[in-house]
């Protein structure tokens, strides 16, 4: 009886053991204990269990608890392991975790396609359900060309890619490009190829007349960029609100924008003078900044000025608010 | 209604002679190009510089930003238009000058094709039939000037599509010939 009491006790414990329960274990030293206290008591009072079977089942407790010990001391230890097969071991696990990183990185990068799939059909979507839109309302492509930039995606990159054959959108700022040099060439004798963008984009629309898809200037500030590709021949000048766009390959500095600022501030022109008194430059300064923006057409002289008492002063036309013609 | 003046003719520096070549040069091209249409819109074929800039008129004068042409300036321009061939002096001093807001080339075609499309070839006309006849009214060589139109008629000539002669009474005629 005591054999299956035993066995019984020893298979749970074993099962606790791989389970590395500490409490259950500390239970069964406590009743492993309580046996052989009740063992020792039963003996006097000559009892229905021999002396030899009950000296047995303490040995088997005691025997237990040892092993428990063992386990829970040497375990880890084991575990961690020693030796060639140990380094076997590790290898594979290591072949192990790279397999599933693997895999888990290719599962990345399929979703990361198939989340761009979804996203190149639905803006495929939302430009052909919007393509009118896009071409005729400037506004409108503003805000798409916005959304493209921010994603790294270009319509304008080539005329013969996806977008210009679902939106024609490609060309359209090349033709653009090709109106705003044809504009610009027109009035270089008169204003020296500086324009005012919204003198300029006036004429285009003129240009390209009432059929035409509306533009404005964001339109035009895009096509100038592109022009940047063929050289430094276009450029945009920032005269503090007014932005005006230089096309001759001409290098202002920062004195012929001043200039230009200054004779913004006083109805389009300026005088060596007004430019002493309010900038504080020297004579010779003065007369080279001038010089410079005569020569290029880009300044009239005016020698009829009351105001100025006969002081020859000098006009710029690419601030009036119309061209000069 | 009194000509329409360009927008440039109300911009200050436009009064101004400007010194850089290129600059200079749009410069004249709008100035002729202003004195042109104005003469062909007033029907205008002579012009005095001297009494036109006494008078302050507004081909040279613009009242409203006070800037006229002066004398000196006024005589580069017409200088360029002559070099172009549409004008000539009619003084040594240069003060008086024909506007050809036609050239006599342009002229001569004109008369020529209201010739062959009315039937007149081999035909004696008067200057004064083509100046104020009632079969030209509507033509744009109606009320040419005198000079001009004998210039015109010697342009024809050359081209033997015409013969200047005298008439009685010191009345030039022509006759026209088809070719």
């Known amino acids: 009886m005591f054999v299956i009491i035993d066995l019984c006790t020893l298979k749970t414990l074993k099962l606790e053991i791989s389970n590395r329960n500490p409490y259950l274990v500390i239970v069964f030293f406590i009743f492993g204990f309580a046996v052989l206290k009740w063992g020792a008591s039963s003996r006097r009072t000559a009892s229905l269990i021999s002396a030899s079977s009950c000296t047995h089942f303490a040995f088997k407790v005691l025997f237990l608890l040892n092993y428990n010990i063992f386990i829970y001391l040497c375990l880890p230890a084991m575990r961690r392991g020693v030796g060639i097969q140990a380094i076997h071991k590790a290898n594979q696990h290591q072949k192990q975790l790279n397999t599933v990183s693997e895999q888990i990185t290719s599962e990345q990068i399929k979703k990361t396609n198939e989340q761009l799939q979804t996203f190149k059909s639905n803006l495929e979507e939302f430009a052909i359900k919007h393509k009118k839109d896009i071409i005729k309302n400037p506004e409108f492509r503003k805000h798409f060309q916005d959304m493209c930039s921010v994603i790294g995606v270009d319509p304008l990159a080539s005329n013969k890619g996806f977008w210009s054959q679902m939106l024609g959108v490609g060309d359209f700022y090349y033709q653009l490009a090709v109106q705003i040099i044809d504009v610009c060439l027109r009035y270089r004798s008169t204003n020296g190829g500086l324009i005012e963008i919204n003198t300029l984009t006036d004429h285009i629309r003129k240009m390209r007349g009432k059929a035409a898809n509306e533009i404005s200037k964001d339109d035009i500030e895009v096509s100038i960029a592109k022009l940047k590709v063929l050289g430094n021949g276009f450029n945009i000048l920032k005269i503090e609100s007014k932005k005006i766009v230089q096309s001759v390959p001409c290098e202002l500095n920062k004195d012929h924008t001043d200039v230009l600022i200054n004779a913004q501030h006083n109805d389009g022109y300026t005088s060596p003078s007004i430019l002493a008194s309010s900038l504080g430059w020297s004579e010779q300064r003065i007369s080279s900044v001038l010089e410079v923006l005569l020569n290029e057409g880009m300044a009239w002289i005016d020698n009829q000025s009351i105001q100025h008492k006969g002081e020859v002063i000098y006009w710029f036309p690419s601030l009036w608010s119309s061209t000069f013609e | ?179």
């Open chain 2, 1 to 179: 209604m009194s000509f329409q003046f360009p927008s440039y003719y109300s911009r200050e520096p436009f009064f101004t002679i400007q010194p850089v070549l290129n600059t200079r040069k749009k410069q004249l091209e709008m100035w002729i190009d202003l004195v042109l249409s104005y003469c062909r819109y007033n029907k205008v074929y002579e012009i005095d510089i001297n009494e036109y800039i006494k008078k302050d008129h507004k081909l040279f004068y613009n009242e409203k930003i006070n800037r006229r042409l002066s004398n000196e300036s006024t005589k580069i321009i017409f200088e360029e238009m002559i070099e172009i061939g549409n004008g000539e002096w009619l003084d040594k001093d240069k003060n008086r000058v024909m506007v050809w807001w036609r050239k006599p080339e342009e002229w001569a075609t004109l008369i020529y094709k209201w010739v062959l499309d009315s039937g007149q070839t081999n035909q004696v006309l008067t200057l004064w039939e083509i100046q104020k006849g009632d079969d030209t009214k509507n033509q744009e060589f109606y009320d040419l000037d005198t000079n001009v139109l004998i210039k015109s008629l010697k342009v024809l000539e050359k081209q033997s599509k015409a013969q200047v002669f005298q008439g009685t009474d010191s009345n030039l005629g022509v006759k026209f010939f088809s070719i």
